[in-house]
């Protein structure tokens, strides 16, 4: 394969306006396919959840493309951030920036991807099963734990409301900011709840609390329960 010569024009309009332009690079078209192929994320069809009840289209539809953007910016930081090492631009603005911003972009990929494969369910918890016997030791009982989430979810601010498992066993519900904000290291998360506004607003306005009404009728607790560890 012969040298593959680029000049690359990359926008990343989710970064407050802020414009990189990458020099020409000169790099083998094999060697590129290659690097592409192992960092692409593909975003994963969730068309089954339409029809949910408590979700209009328009709303999931919409969260479907903000998920598929998340997925883009992800991949786009990937190879920029790559690059930027390729070329000397570490220790730059830039750079640091870029840093900084991929938990944001990856985080916001993948809890999607958690909350839209726990949603599509019916019925509730089995209350005989290993996850709501865990929930019961940890939490005193499953009605005092729900109560925990629930108050979670409606905390005032954007972000997720995650039940997580520790290494130890030990369960916690916790509040996440924006995507990246308050995650426990190490710990598995086994229940998510997207509380930022565009996951109720358009069908439930302000009433967050119905909102995650909706999302307690359409919980996948078999998912859930396979995450436990
Ligand atoms: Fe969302």
């Known amino acids: 394969m012969g040298a593959w010569s680029r000049r690359q024009f990359l926008t990343l309009t989710a970064m407050s306006g802020m414009t990189l332009i990458l020099k020409e690079t000169n790099i083998s078209f094999a060697q590129a396919r290659k690097e592409e192929k192992m960092m692409a994320y593909t975003a994963k069809d969730y068309g089954k959840l339409l029809g ?57 990929m993948r809890l999607h991807e ?17 996850l709501a016997k865990k929930i019961a030791q940890d939490f005193g009982s499953y009605e005092d734990w729900e ?14 409301a995650i039940l997580y498992q520790d ?3 030990k369960l916690f519900n916790c ?33 967050r609390p119905d909102y995650i009404g909706a999302f307690f009728k359409n919980i996948d607790w078999k998912a859930a329960e396979a995450r436990l560890k």
């Not at 019925?123 to 290993?130: I, P, S, T």
């Not at 109560?147 to 997720?160: L, T």
């Not at 995507?179 to 426990?184: T, V």
Request: aromatic residues 14%; charged residues 25%.
């Open 175 to 207: 509040w996440i900011q924006e995507h990246d904000g308050g995650h426990l290291a190490g710990c598995t998360p086994i229940l998510i709840l997207d509380v930022f506004e565009h996951a109720f607003m358009i069908d439930y306005g302000l009433k």
């Open 114 to 130: 958690y909350y839209f494969e726990n949603l599509g369910g019916k019925g509730a918890l089995d209350k005989n099963g290993k």
């Open 147 to 160: 109560k925990d989430f629930k108050g979670v979810g409606a905390m005032r601010g954007i972000g997720w």
């Open 52 to 108: 949910m009840e408590g979700f209009s289209e328009t709303l999931l539809k919409n969260h479907f493309t903000l998920y598929q953007g998340y997925v883009t910016n992800t991949n786009k930081l990937v190879d920029t951030l790559a690059q930027m090492v390729k070329e000397g631009k570490v220790g730059t603005p830039e750079y640091s920036e870029l840093k900084r911003r991929f938990g944001w972009e990856f985080n916001g």
């Open 167 to 169: 290494a130890s066993g």
